[in-house]
């Protein structure tokens, strides 16, 4: 069964440090999308990319982040300088078409020292 | 605005007992309904989901759940817990296209024996 994956599992980093975490998304799915959940609290949209470009992004999404699919399988997500509010699972998540269920990748758990 | 309450935020119920979690949404349409279960520290495992049809839909796990439209409701049961399923239940619903998830708050299950 096709499914998202991600890498890594666990990127602990240094504040003020930028972090790429990665996702490849089901071959032929068209949405892709990111979350985050902090320790203990609910998951949280991030944003979503459709058609090479960003469809709707959230509060949390600022200037820090960005998102980029540069090879057609690869899904990316950057965090320019990292804040220890940072510090969460991140999700990846993609969706074949306009009906489809949304499926979520393993997730990162992202550390910020 | 769209939103998802799960009103508790943590069940206890002992092994061999039934189980209803609770889930309400406001959304502007009917939405796509899921349920999905967490570990501590690891990613989301999708339980069930609506889509439309029949209002009882049948899960993994012995899981099921009830769409009720005049109720926005969407509520997990399970006839009879296992010491296994002690984890964080979230409610989520999406729209239709490429729109995004929205997560509730989660209920945390313990079991005990």
């Known amino acids: 069964e096709p499914e998202v994956t991600q890498t890594p599992s666990h990127q602990v980093t240094q504040m003020g440090q930028e972090v790429i975490l990665r996702c490849v998304p089901i071959?032929?799915?068209?949405?892709f999308y990111w979350y985050r959940q902090i320790l203990g609290q609910k998951v949280e949209f991030l944003v979503s990319?459709?058609?090479?470009?960003?469809?709707?992004k959230s509060e949390i999404f600022d200037d820090q982040f960005s998102v980029e699919r540069p090879d057609g399988s690869n899904f990316t997500l950057k965090i320019r300088s990292t804040k220890l509010e940072d510090s969460a699972m991140y999700f990846c998540?993609?969706?074949?078409?306009?009906?489809?269920?949304?499926?979520f990748g393993p997730g990162t758990r992202l550390t910020v020292l | 605005a769209q939103s998802v309450t799960q009103p508790d935020i943590h069940i206890t119920v002992s092994e061999g007992a039934s189980l209803e979690l609770r889930c309400n949404y406001s959304?502007?349409?009917?939405?796509?309904l899921f349920w999905y279960v967490q570990s501590p520290g690891q990613g989301l495992q999708l339980l069930l989901k609506y889509f439309s049809g029949d209002t009882l839909v049948q899960g993994i796990k012995g899981f099921e759940a009830e769409f009720k439209r005049s109720q926005s409701s969407f509520n997990l049961r399970k006839p009879s817990v296992h010491w296994s399923d002690a984890a964080e239940y979230f409610c989520?619903?999406?729209?239709?296209?490429?729109?995004?998830?929205?997560f509730g708050a989660g209920t945390r299950l313990f079991v005990k024996a």
């Open positions: 071959s032929n799915h068209l949405y």
């Open positions: 990319f459709y058609n090479n470009e960003i469809s709707e």
């Open positions: 998540a993609s969706v074949a078409w306009d009906f489809g269920e949304q499926f």
């Open positions: 959304y502007g349409a009917t939405p796509y």
């Open positions: 989520a619903v999406r729209g239709t296209g490429g729109f995004k998830t929205i």
